[in-house]
């Protein structure tokens, strides 16, 4: 019955009939930014054309049995701008009917590039978060009318319209599917009318890494720090995404957030071993995307975590990240918790090569169902963060008393 009620809702678009040249004079006037992005290389955009849609939420994808069609929400064509290898994809927070707002404000929206006089394609998906419009600035008429626009999940739930997501495509050969259906339709072996759509085909789990602690060396003293993180109900996860034009070889493309609120909460012990890989367990949807009944793409999308944890020990040295500029010292005993600063991410963070060839990133804000703690001590007083000092930075190291001698 599920099925059936998502098969009537399907609203996939056709790839060539859905794919608009949008130049920038026929943007939506005053829709908000929700992210912008470029095409790697030199790339002009000036002749692509362009199709985006809203996916549903991650939640309800999860639900989807392999085969079910999954409802996708075309968006207007001046919702894209390009300028040069540049474009921004602007939406009005009042064209996304309510079913394809999921968990704390989430939308997933998807994003297909096609340039027909170098024959390249490139799709990418990305979330943004509904979020209320910062009303600096404005005056109080303007405040009344002007409430809704996007935030970059990497600010938090919670935040208003600020920091635009950004993202880097890359441009490659044009499925042959792509092809094969211009021929089709060309040919009017294919009616004229929308045939395309997305179907679920399958499912896998992987692990991924959310998190990082370096407790401190014994130093001066006997024993090591320890460090523990919390991953509660509320907090999110964003994992990257895959595609493939052929069926075998995948590349890493777009991202979409994952709340846990439905979930479960953890809380990991406190650990000494210098370096600790926190992961948890995410679930992956795999789907086709076919018109005509020709393949244009296969796709790879987070939707859900499994609710599985565990704690990786590596053998790596930790990292070095000892300077005057990115540290602080001589910290009264206590816990310190990170619930704020940059967002952690890991590049390969995602363990999905032996699917697909290739791992994907994650990103993890800090909140306050979302941290990172260290137990501060005599023996154990100092933080140093990655790039910036502990509260800005995105990964931090714990240090032994006296360290900053050692400078």
Not at 31 to 43: R, S
Not at 194 to 220: F, H, L
Request: hydrophobic residues 35%; glycine residues 10%.
């Amino acid at each position: 019955m599920y099925a059936r009620k998502l098969a009537l809702l399907a609203g996939g678009a056709g790839l060539l009939a859905g794919l608009l040249n949008v130049p920038a004079a026929h943007a939506t006037a005053g829709a908000p930014v929700a992210f912008t992005g470029q095409v790697d290389g030199q790339t002009s955009l000036e002749r692509a054309q362009f199709t985006l849609r809203a996916d549903l939420p991650a939640a309800e994808s999860a639900e989807l049995a392999d085969g079910d069609r999954v409802p996708m929400l075309k968006l207007p064509a001046s919702a894209v701008t390009t300028s040069g290898n540049a474009f921004t994809v602007s939406v009005d927070p009042a064209d996304i009917p309510a079913r394809y707002v999921g968990s704390n404000g989430l939308v997933s929206l998807e994003l297909e590039i096609y340039d027909p006089s170098s024959d390249t394609y490139a799709w990418t998906t990305r979330s943004v978060r509904l979020a209320a419009q910062s009303s600096a600035g404005r005056s109080t008429a303007a405040r009344a009318t002007v409430t809704r626009g996007w935030a970059d999940p990497a600010a938090g739930a919670g935040a208003t319209a600020s920091g635009t997501p950004r993202v880097t495509v890359h441009m490659g050969k044009a499925p042959a599917g792509l092809k094969r259906y211009q021929v089709l339709r060309k040919s009017a072996a294919l009616p004229r009318a929308d045939t395309c759509t997305t179907t679920k085909i399958g499912q896998n789990d992987a692990w991924a890494t959310i998190g990082e602690g370096y407790p401190a060396a014994p130093g001066y003293g006997t024993t090591r720090g320890k460090a523990w993180m919390t991953h509660s109900s509320g907090s999110e996860i964003t994992y990257g995404a895959a595609l493939s034009t052929d069926g075998v070889k995948w590349s890493a493309s777009g991202s979409t957030s994952v709340a846990n609120t439905k979930g479960f909460s953890f809380e990991w012990a406190a650990d000494s071993h210098p370096t600790i890989s926190y992961r948890t367990e995410v679930r992956y949807s795999k789907y086709k995307y076919d018109c005509g009944g020709v393949i244009i793409n296969r796709k790879m999308k987070a939707v859900s975590e499994t609710g599985g944890v565990k704690t990786i020990h590596t053998d790596s040295n930790p990292p070095y990240w000892l300077s005057r500029s990115k540290c602080t010292f001589d910290m009264p005993a206590g816990t310190w918790t990170k619930t704020t600063g940059t967002a952690y991410s890991n590049s390969g963070g995602v363990k999905i090569s032996s699917l697909i060839g290739i791992e994907l990133s994650t990103s993890r804000s800090y909140t306050k169902n979302s941290t990172l703690s260290y137990k501060m001590d005599a023996g154990h007083d100092s933080l140093c963060g990655n790039t910036d000092k502990p509260n800005y930075a995105s990964k931090v190291q714990q240090f032994y008393n006296r360290i900053q001698d050692e400078l």
